[in-house]
């Protein structure tokens, strides 16, 4: 057990930490500060399937981290819009995942909230929640994807594809 004095000083050493990376943090851009909600919430429902899985390339790390999840092509089929305004038909999303889906999943339902690359993130609810649909005139969330070279989304996905191949189903 903790001295008093000694309990007292990592109070005070834990206060002033606090302090100083509040003081020093940098805010958010106003356009990412304003797409971040404190829920995920998504603009369209639909029932698709997947016809093609690309992961994006990897990231250099050199400081032995392990990724466990990065940004990923999905090609979907939509078969149904349950909710929202998207075109029936096929359609590239960006998710963000581990490994590839199952083929033998079949038409399932997929949330997706517009990004800020004229595309849509898949949004991953939580099974136990029912994730809300976003409010009317919400700024696009970020892409899953930034890339600090200039590259467009169909490089980064050539890449991912010369790197990994294109699981078709």
């Not at 089929?77 to 075109?87: A, H, K, P, T, Y």
Request: with cysteine.
């Amino acid at each position: 057990m903790l001295s008093r004095p000694s309990h007292i000083a990592q109070i005070v050493l834990a206060a002033l930490l606090v302090g100083v990376i509040l003081n020093h943090s940098t805010p958010l851009p106003a356009k990412e500060r304003d797409a971040i909600s404190d829920f995920p919430c998504y603009d369209i429902l639909v029932e698709a399937h997947i016809i093609a899985q690309v992961p994006s390339p990897l990231p250099d790390i050199d400081d032995g981290s392990i990724i466990m999840s990065w940004p990923w092509f999905i090609d979907l089929n939509i078969d149904r819009v349950l909710e929202g305004s998207v075109q029936r038909g096929r359609i590239s999303v960006l998710t963000l995942q581990h490994a590839y889906f199952r083929p033998d999943l079949g038409s399932r339902r997929w949330e997706m909230q517009r990004n800020d690359m004229n595309g849509f993130n898949a949004r991953m609810a939580d099974p136990v929640q029912d994730m809300p649909r976003c409010e009317e005139g919400i700024i696009p969330a970020p892409a899953y994807i930034r890339n600090e070279e200039g590259l467009g989304l169909e490089e980064i996905r050539r890449e991912g594809e010369r790197q990994y191949g294109n699981h078709r189903r």
